[in-house]
């Protein structure tokens, strides 16, 4: 965009705008560009972007199968990704993330010193400390995640809970962007969330909220990978879903249950239906509570949407408060179905942007 909108969208008068973009400038942050016209007799305008050479920004996301790492431009907007495997031992963690960043900056052409920053997803329970406290998904519990990284990257390292790194991701470039307050659930091999409020998420005492994976909706239910029964996830992650249609003949992982809600099996439309009214429960809960504009969802919930978004709304309409159920939105994402995860890189944009940080990690 052009200085004059820049100052229009910030506020800031053109001088102040003026003076930042030279700073920017001076650390080849932004470069000038004629942009396309800005509609005036179609006269091109000289705009302001971002440049390429100003830095790399990456995500690892410590996944359940592999390490993967994207690298994004400092626009935070993710251009590349490659996997490598899972170390079999958190003490490896740092030299596999290093390796790993190498590799990926060779494939892509460009250097590790262009790292501005990392950021870094866990699957579990992620103390405002950035260290795994707990994770029913993987076996390492209370795992120093920072000091593990300390001494073998050069960049600062911003680690948070992947669904925290969704919820913000949503909020930056994804369904949410205008919002500065939304609830975001998350599926995958968990169900995980995020509460956006007043533009900032909510972290609570130690940073472990957002787990909306584990509200009860059934009293003694399904035992939940978290070791109590009845939880959210338990009905409707994409294990959970495996297991409860393994009585359908050609189920046994995730994509086959789509494949065959999609060509109409009637068991397993029944079996989505259900996970519907348990989400609906939970969705309940949550409108009452925090009275939300939207709710996001995104993972495996936007993946099977369309079959269960029925069932869902009239679980809520029945079990939510008159009011705020007819007022909530659903916004269905569509980044977190993308190939390359946002999450990280988002982190790392987070970390590298804030003036004025909060919470730093210990380096
Ligand atoms: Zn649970």
């Given at each position: 965009m052009s200085q004059r909108e820049l100052s229009e969208l910030t506020g800031c008068d053109k001088s102040t705008v003026s003076v930042i973009i030279k700073r920017f400038e001076g650390i080849g942050l932004v470069e000038r560009t004629m942009g396309a016209s800005s509609g005036r007799r179609g006269r091109p305008s000289e705009s302001l972007r971002i440049s390429e050479l100003s830095g790399l920004l990456m995500g690892v996301h410590l996944e359940f199968e592999c390490l993967r790492f994207v690298a994004a431009n400092v626009d935070g907007r993710p251009f590349a990704s490659i996997d490598r495997p899972l170390p079999t031992t958190p003490s490896e963690l740092g030299d596999d993330v290093r390796n790993g960043l190498e590799a990926l900056c060779n494939e892509v052409g460009r250097s590790l010193s262009e790292i501005r920053a990392v950021g870094m997803t866990l699957p579990g329970l992620v103390g405002s400390a950035g260290?795994?406290?707990?994770s029913s998904n993987l076996?390492?519990?209370?795992?120093?995640v920072p000091d593990l990284l300390r001494t073998k990257i050069g960049a600062p390292v911003y680690v948070d809970n992947d669904s925290n790194a969704s919820t913000l991701a949503e909020h930056l470039f994804g369904v949410a962007a205008d919002l500065s307050d939304f609830i975001m659930l998350d599926g995958s091999r968990g169900i995980g969330g995020g509460v956006f409020i007043d533009g900032r998420l909510y972290r609570g005492r130690s940073g472990f909220s957002g787990e909306m994976g584990h509200i009860k909706v059934v009293k003694d239910g399904r035992m939940c990978g978290c070791g109590a029964?009845?939880?959210?996830s338990a009905y409707i992650c994409a294990p959970a879903l495996v297991a409860r249609s393994r009585r359908v003949p050609g189920i046994s992982k995730f994509s086959d249950i789509l494949a065959a809600a999609e060509a109409g099996n009637p068991d397993v439309r029944y079996l989505l239906e259900e996970a519907g009214q348990f989400l609906g429960v939970a969705m309940a809960t949550l409108i009452n509570v925090f009275d939300p504009p939207a709710i996001a969802l995104g993972g495996i919930i936007a993946q099977i949407w369309p079959y269960i978004e029925n069932s869902t709304r009239q679980t809520i309409q029945q079990n939510a408060m008159r009011t705020p159920a007819r007022e909530y939105e659903i916004r269905i994402s569509t980044i977190s179905n993308s190939q390359i995860p946002w999450g990280g890189v988002t982190l790392a944009l987070e970390g590298f942007s804030n003036l004025h940080p909060t919470d730093p990690l210990p380096w």
């Amino acid at each position: 965009m052009s200085q004059r909108e820049l100052s229009e969208l910030t506020g800031c008068d053109k001088s102040t705008v003026s003076v930042i973009i030279k700073r920017f400038e001076g650390i080849g942050l932004v470069e000038r560009t004629m942009g396309a016209s800005s509609g005036r007799r179609g006269r091109p305008s000289e705009s302001l972007r971002i440049s390429e050479l100003s830095g790399l920004l990456m995500g690892v996301h410590l996944e359940f199968e592999c390490l993967r790492f994207v690298a994004a431009n400092v626009d935070g907007r993710p251009f590349a990704s490659i996997d490598r495997p899972l170390p079999t031992t958190p003490s490896e963690l740092g030299d596999d993330v290093r390796n790993g960043l190498e590799a990926l900056c060779n494939e892509v052409g460009r250097s590790l010193s262009e790292i501005r920053a990392v950021g870094m997803t866990l699957p579990g329970l992620v103390g405002s400390a950035g260290g795994l406290a707990e994770s029913s998904n993987l076996s390492w519990d209370t795992v120093a995640v920072p000091d593990l990284l300390r001494t073998k990257i050069g960049a600062p390292v911003y680690v948070d809970n992947d669904s925290n790194a969704s919820t913000l991701a949503e909020h930056l470039f994804g369904v949410a962007a205008d919002l500065s307050d939304f609830i975001m659930l998350d599926g995958s091999r968990g169900i995980g969330g995020g509460v956006f409020i007043d533009g900032r998420l909510y972290r609570g005492r130690s940073g472990f909220s957002g787990e909306m994976g584990h509200i009860k909706v059934v009293k003694d239910g399904r035992m939940c990978g978290c070791g109590a029964p009845g939880c959210l996830s338990a009905y409707i992650c994409a294990p959970a879903l495996v297991a409860r249609s393994r009585r359908v003949p050609g189920i046994s992982k995730f994509s086959d249950i789509l494949a065959a809600a999609e060509a109409g099996n009637p068991d397993v439309r029944y079996l989505l239906e259900e996970a519907g009214q348990f989400l609906g429960v939970a969705m309940a809960t949550l409108i009452n509570v925090f009275d939300p504009p939207a709710i996001a969802l995104g993972g495996i919930i936007a993946q099977i949407w369309p079959y269960i978004e029925n069932s869902t709304r009239q679980t809520i309409q029945q079990n939510a408060m008159r009011t705020p159920a007819r007022e909530y939105e659903i916004r269905i994402s569509t980044i977190s179905n993308s190939q390359i995860p946002w999450g990280g890189v988002t982190l790392a944009l987070e970390g590298f942007s804030n003036l004025h940080p909060t919470d730093p990690l210990p380096w």
